[in-house]
C-alpha cells in the first residue's frame, strides 16, 4: 500500500534557524510526492511537489525538499524560519488521489 | 486570485440533526473534492467528482451521507442525521481535470466548514 508517514507531530524552531520536517514514504512505484501547508483558519496550500524529475524540489516561501530513494524519505527543509511559518505541514503522496500524512505542527520561538 | 468558496465557515448542531456544507470551486475546475478532516490528523477523501458524476465515492459512509453537483459546478455534501463522530473539517478543493491520464493537477483548497455535533 501506498502512504507516508511524518516522524513529528510537532516541532519547535527558533526565529531564524533552520527547519527540518520529516516524511518517510512507502511505495511500490515511483511515487509522486507534496508538501501542503495550513495556516489557522485558511485552506491548504500547495508548498512544493515531486514528480519524478529533479529530486532537489523548490517551494514557495523558501522552503525545498529533496526525494532520496534510498531513504524512501522526502524531508521539507528551510534555512531561516520566520514567525509567518507557524502552521501545520502535511506530507502527501499521490496523483489524483492524494493520501496525507498525519501532519506536523511547525512552531516558531521568537 | 480565484479561490474555492465554501459556506458556512462553522456550524455547530446536535446530534441526530440534519446538516448542509457548500463549495463553489474555481471556475473552471471540472473535478472537486469534499475531504473530512479529524483534529490531529490529515485531511481524508470523502468523494471525487468529474463534473456532475461522481468518480470516487469509496470512503463516503453512504448510510447518512450524500453529497452532489447537480450542474457539475457547485457542489452540496449534506450529513442525515449527524452523530457525534461526525465533528471535524470539511474540506472542499477543486482542480483542472487530467483529460484521464491519472496524472496531477494541483488541488486548490477551500477554507473549511467546522462541524460540532453536540
Known amino acids: 500500500a501506498q502512504s507516508v508517514t511524518q516522524l513529528d507531530s510537532h516541532v519547535s524552531v527558533s526565529e531564524g534557524t533552520p527547519v527540518l520536517l520529516r516524511c518517510n514514504y512507502s511505495?511500490?512505484?515511483?511515487?509522486?510526492l507534496f508538501w501542503y501547508v495550513q495556516h489557522p483558519n485558511k485552506g491548504l496550500q500547495l508548498l512544493l511537489k515531486?514528480?519524478?524529475?529533479?529530486?532537489l524540489v523548490k517551494g514557495i516561501n523558501g522552503f525545498e525538499a529533496e526525494f532520496k530513494k534510498s531513504e524512501t524519505s522526502f524531508h521539507l527543509t528551510k534555512p531561516s524560519a520566520h514567525m509567518s511559518d507557524a502552521a501545520e505541514y502535511f506530507c502527501?503522496?499521490?496523483?489524483?488521489?492524494?493520501?496525507f500524512g498525519t501532519g506536523t505542527r511547525l512552531t516558531i520561538i521568537p | 486570485e480565484a479561490e474555492v468558496a465554501q459556506s458556512p465557515r462553522y456550524k455547530i448542531t446536535e446530534k441526530s440533526q440534519a446538516v448542509a456544507f457548500w463549495c463553489d470551486p474555481i471556475?473552471?475546475?471540472?473535478?472537486l473534492y469534499w475531504y473530512r478532516q479529524i483534529l490531529g490528523q490529515g485531511p481524508e477523501l470523502l468523494v471525487q467528482?468529474?463534473?456532475?458524476?461522481?468518480?470516487?465515492d469509496s470512503q463516503l459512509p453512504k448510510d447518512r451521507f450524500s453529497a452532489e453537483r447537480l450542474k457539475g459546478v457547485d457542489s452540496t455534501l449534506k450529513i442525515q442525521p449527524a452523530e457525534l463522530g461526525d465533528s471535524a473539517m470539511y474540506l472542499c478543493?477543486?482542480?483542472?481535470?487530467?483529460?484521464?491520464?491519472?496524472?496531477?493537477?494541483?488541488?486548490?483548497f477551500g477554507p473549511g466548514t467546522r462541524l460540532t455535533v453536540l
Open positions: 478543493a477543486s482542480s483542472l481535470w487530467d483529460g484521464g491520464t491519472g496524472s496531477y493537477n494541483e488541488q486548490f
Open positions: 511505495s511500490s512505484y515511483s511515487p509522486s
Open positions: 515531486y514528480t519524478s524529475a529533479a529530486t
Open positions: 502527501v503522496f499521490g496523483n489524483e488521489k492524494l493520501t
Open positions: 471556475s473552471g475546475h471540472a473535478t
Open positions: 467528482f468529474q463534473d456532475e458524476s461522481v468518480v470516487d
